[in-house]
């Protein structure tokens, strides 16, 4: 009795094998394809290829939206736009994308920050870096964040 128990329990666990199979073989590519599409960006971002980073990045985060990466690749597309001088492209994209941020929220307030005075909007850097302060206590980029304020509020004079 115990047998024939055990073998109903193997034949269902065969058949439910063989039918979720082709869903975890599918998340198993998708998740290679992410990640490929992902290690190709950090290349070219790492290579210093600004313009085929900033395309790349935006591309992953609008292919894979549901990405625990995507939070990185919208800090690395608006890191790759500031690297070209485009801060308020930086800007607009780091805001539009801080409340789905994560743990990365202090990042890009601070690149925020460092695109306002990059583009000498020294009262929107200062600001910006004055709430990294406030906001993120915990945040490794605090220290630099307050000396980075001060050297705004005195390029304001």
Do not use: C
């Not at 992410?34 to 190709?40: G, I, P, V």
């Not at 790349?56 to 690297?83: D, H, M, N, T, V």
């Amino acid at each position: 009795m115990k047998h024939e128990s055990g073998l109903r329990q193997l034949r269902w666990f065969v058949v439910a094998w063989m039918l979720l199979a082709p869903a975890v073989l599918a998340v198993g590519a998708a998740s290679s394809a992410e990640n490929r599409a992902y290690a190709a960006a950090l290349k070219s971002f790492g290579g210093g290829w600004w313009a085929r980073a900033e395309a790349e990045f935006a591309e992953f985060a609008q292919e894979y939206r549901k990405s625990e990466r995507r939070p990185e690749a919208i800090l690395r597309w608006a890191q790759a736009r500031y690297r070209q001088t485009n801060s308020s492209g930086a800007v607009q994209l780091l805001s539009a994308n801080i409340d789905q941020a994560g743990k990365l929220a202090d990042e890009y307030q601070f690149w925020i920050g460092e695109a306002h005075f990059q583009s000498s909007n020294y009262l929107a850097a200062a600001e910006a870096y004055a709430r990294l302060v406030r906001e993120f206590t915990n945040s490794p980029r605090r220290l630099p964040a307050a000396y980075d304020e001060a050297l705004a509020l005195s390029k304001l004079g």
